[in-house]
């Protein structure tokens, strides 16, 4: 079975301009979770998505979007760019399940602002 | 979702076992201890998790105190794949939503 996808894996925008990533979840997974990772707040928690509708959101501002596509596919845009949007984004599927919360994380795209 | 805390770092030699230990004084009883790691530029992994019983896979094994309060990760063969950053995490399950904290540095050396 495929793993998770996203694309691109690198990127490279100014500041200013808008971005949108793309995540692809292992087939059969309906939920898609979104973080954010830089090296000095770690990995913080965007977003997720779940049967097309946000049910969980992090501590960003509201630059930070998401959306998710009724085949479950997800993407994640940022407008007007900041230098400190510069990082590792990672996205991550899983199966519903109560108590069970296995996440399979993608590869990332690493995000340089400049 | 219960604070945990980890040494920053630690070492072991190929083909010992690694101890991972793993401090949640404030854990609840609806909560889990789950263990993921990162090697380096790689998305996270997800290795155990457990509530209250010693778990093993074929990663891994968990052993969690009486208490719960605290819990080990043992990767009972290290090898040098195995340096990457380790992860515990407590959390009910009942959303998607991790909260990753530092982590744990595990160096194998040859």
């Known amino acids: 079975k495929a793993g998770v996808t996203q694309t691109p894996r690198y990127l490279i925008k100014t500041r200013g301009q808008q971005v949108t990533l793309s995540c692809s979840p292992i087939?059969?997974?309906?939920?898609v979770s979104w973080y954010q990772q830089t090296p000095g707040q770690g990995l913080q928690f965007l977003f997720e998505?779940?049967?097309?509708?946000?049910?969980n959101k992090g501590n960003f501002p509201g630059r930070f979007s998401g959306r998710q596509f009724s085949n479950s596919r997800s993407e994640m845009n940022v407008s007007t760019l900041e230098l400190g949007d510069s990082a590792l984004y990672l996205c991550?599927?899983?199966?519903?399940?109560?108590?069970?919360?296995?996440?399979?994380f993608g590869p990332g795209t690493r995000l340089t602002v400049l | 979702d219960a604070k945990t805390t980890q040494p920053p770092s630690m070492d072991c030699a190929e083909g010992r076992a690694a101890n991972l230990p793993c401090n949640h004084s404030t854990i609840s009883g609806n909560e889990y201890v789950y263990w993921y790691r990162q090697i380096h530029s790689q998305g996270p992994q997800y290795i155990i998790h457990?509530?209250?019983n010693n778990e093993t896979n074929e990663m891994a094994s968990l052993i969690i105190t009486e208490d719960r309060k605290s819990s080990t990760l043992i990767l009972p063969h290290a090898t040098l794949r195995d340096t990457a950053v380790y992860y515990c995490i407590a959390t009910t399950g009942a959303n998607s939503k991790l909260t990753f904290g530092k982590g744990i540095t595990l160096s194998v050396r040859p």
């Open positions: 998505y779940f049967s097309e509708t946000q049910r």
């Open positions: 087939s059969g997974h309906r939920s």
């Open positions: 457990g509530l209250k």
């Open positions: 991550a599927s899983s199966l519903e399940g109560t108590g069970y919360h296995e996440q399979f």
